[in-house]
């Protein structure tokens, strides 16, 4: 069982920076895979970012690229996710998972994630 959970969100204005960090408890973040994800009021959790067990892969979803960069602390446990450059229409609940699966085809959709945090709000104001 892995325990995630999120901090680091909150209300900044169009443009400006916020970096998230998934702190995660009993088992160590090397053995999975890792994942960002968000929704909206009244949408569907989109998948942000990925990252793979070792490091070797990552992926964005197009609408982030260039914006957010996914880490992970494997000496801290936790994960993070740098967001810059931040516009109104990444507000929403994000929330970090974690994956036993390696394949970059399961790790771009919630399907292919165990265990989630609780989510922590971020607020872009235009």
């Known amino acids: 069982q892995v325990l995630l959970v999120e901090s680091g969100g909150g209300l900044v204005q169009a443009g400006g920076s916020l970096r998230l960090s998934c702190a995660a408890s009993?088992?160590?973040?090397?053995?999975?895979?890792m994942g960002w994800f968000r929704q909206a009021p009244g949408k569907e959790r989109e998948f942000v970012a990925t990252?793979?067990?070792?490091?070797?892969?990552?992926y964005y979803a197009d609408s982030v690229k260039g914006r957010f960069t996914i880490s992970k602390d494997n000496a801290k446990n936790t994960v993070h996710l740098q967001m810059n450059t931040l516009k109104p229409e990444d507000t929403g609940v994000y929330y970090c998972a974690a994956s036993e699966s390696d394949l970059p085809s399961t790790l771009r959709g919630p399907g292919g994630y165990v265990y989630w945090g609780q989510g922590t709000q971020v607020t872009v104001s235009s």
């Open positions: 990252l793979s067990r070792n490091g070797g892969y990552w």
């Open positions: 009993g088992r160590t973040l090397s053995n999975y895979a």
